[in-house]
């Protein structure tokens, strides 16, 4: 039924639930939990709902806030450092410069150092402009609460993230410099394309081998990066679209083995965020579509 309202809005839905968990599992299942309740409206009740916009991002906002307590705990048993789940995603994500922002690998980090309600808060009023009074329903908050909540929320990420947009075009020169560099082991360059200060998050959920801490410092990545093309592997790596910005897929022996995840900032990498573990890299063999 295309005149349904859950269909209309589906995307919208997985991206506020993306957002909100950093999963692309967990926010395809709070999608259906959220799909089975409106399912289960009856015809009175669905045609009492006034916006269906507000009332699906509702139901969406407090799965998710009950899915974000048990992620805390499953994250505390993790093996090695958590990274968010990439999506594969059409180039046209990154036009929408704040769309891309709000799903980069960056933003996302960053997001995990806020409290749930935080969170969720940040999302619906920040990237998705939701008005306080529609935020307080779903969080069951004043909106006064929620006003303070967003101001620190606010606060917290501009502390945090990335300051410098990075044009598209710029974001390929970069990833294709730096795939030069591996291909052919070039030290110096590697060491060009790094910043002195560079650092390496892998999370490999300890399904795929990989430091369990970051790695910092150019001059301890750059010849980690360099061996590569000298230990004699059958791999490939290719740029991609992942999160509405251009990553590195990494094939071996004929399979994604890795995706790697780049911030860029005065033309060179900062942060490189690698994500291993076969689990996270499942959604990769189909495009996520993302939209405000």
Do not use: C
Request: proline share 5%; charged share 25%.
């Amino acid at each position: 039924m295309t005149g349904d309202p859950f269909v209309a809005h589906r995307s919208l839905l997985f991206t506020v639930a993306y957002e909100m968990l950093g999963s692309a599992a967990d926010a395809e299942d709070v999608v259906q939990e959220t799909w089975l309740r409106w399912a289960n409206l009856n015809t009175e009740v669905r045609a009492e709902v006034r916006n269906p916009r507000t009332y699906l991002v509702r139901i969406v906002t407090r799965q998710a806030l009950n899915r974000l307590r048990t992620l805390a705990r499953r994250r505390e048993e993790y093996i090695g450092q958590w990274l968010p789940e990439p999506l594969l995603t059409s180039p046209d994500v990154a036009e929408d410069v704040e769309l891309a922002e709000s799903v980069s690998f960056a933003m996302l980090t960053v997001l995990e150092t806020l409290g749930h309600t935080e969170r969720v808060v940040f999302v619906l009023r920040e990237v998705f402009d939701t008005p306080y009074d529609e935020i307080a329903a779903a969080v069951g908050r004043t909106p006064a609460a929620v006003r303070q909540i967003a101001h620190r929320a606010r606060e917290h990420v501009a502390a945090r993230r990335p300051r410098v947009r990075v044009s598209r075009a710029e974001q390929e020169a970069v990833v294709d410099r730096f795939l030069a560099a591996v291909r052919g082991g070039d030290l110096r360059e590697l060491l060009e394309v790094l910043a002195p200060d560079v650092i390496v998050v892998a999370d490999s959920g300890g399904l795929a081998p990989a430091a369990r801490r970051p790695v910092e410092s150019a001059r301890r990545v750059a010849p980690l990066l360099a061996k590569l093309a000298e230990m004699g592997l059958d791999y490939q790596a290719m740029p991609m679209w992942i999160n509405g910005a251009v990553a590195v897929r990494f094939d071996l022996d004929g399979r994604l083995f890795a995706v790697v995840n780049l911030v860029i900032v005065d033309g060179r990498i900062s942060r490189l965020y690698s994500v291993l573990n076969p689990h996270k890299l499942a959604h990769l063999d189909r495009r996520t579509h993302l939209t405000r």
